[in-house]
């Protein structure tokens, strides 16, 4: 998985590097293979049911899936807002 990966381009890596097909991934899953489709078209989100089977199914945490569609989890936001320092120190080492 790369940098910046949107929640489309990360669900086609996913299961390309699995070497699944489309309609076989689907059906694993438990959605119609115009589902998976459209999502990794990046043309439907993908809903809180779906990421925990997405999740099992690839063996990645729920949260990485959530990120790549822009989700932070709630914790680490009011983290970030009771310490909004750490946000500053944390782009100063990962931007450079």
């Known amino acids: ?18 070497g699944r097909t489309l309609r076989a991934a689907a059906s694993e899953i438990g959605v119609t293979p115009s589902q998976l489709s ?4 990046g043309e439907r989100t993908v809903g809180e049911g779906t990421v925990s089977r997405l999740s099992a199914y690839y063996q990645v ?5 959530n990120l ?3 989700q932070v989890p709630e914790d680490v936001v009011s983290i970030l807002r ?4 750490e946000l500053a120190r944390l782009r ?4 450079g």
């Open 61 to 65: 945490p729920a949260e990485v899936i």
């Open 92 to 95: 100063n080492k990962y931007r």
């Open 38 to 41: 459209r999502m990794e078209r």
């Open 1 to 18: 998985m790369t940098r910046g990966d949107t929640a489309a381009s990360l669900l086609r890596e996913l299961r390309t590097k699995q």
């Open 82 to 85: 009771e310490h909004p320092e």
């Open 68 to 70: 790549s569609q822009g």
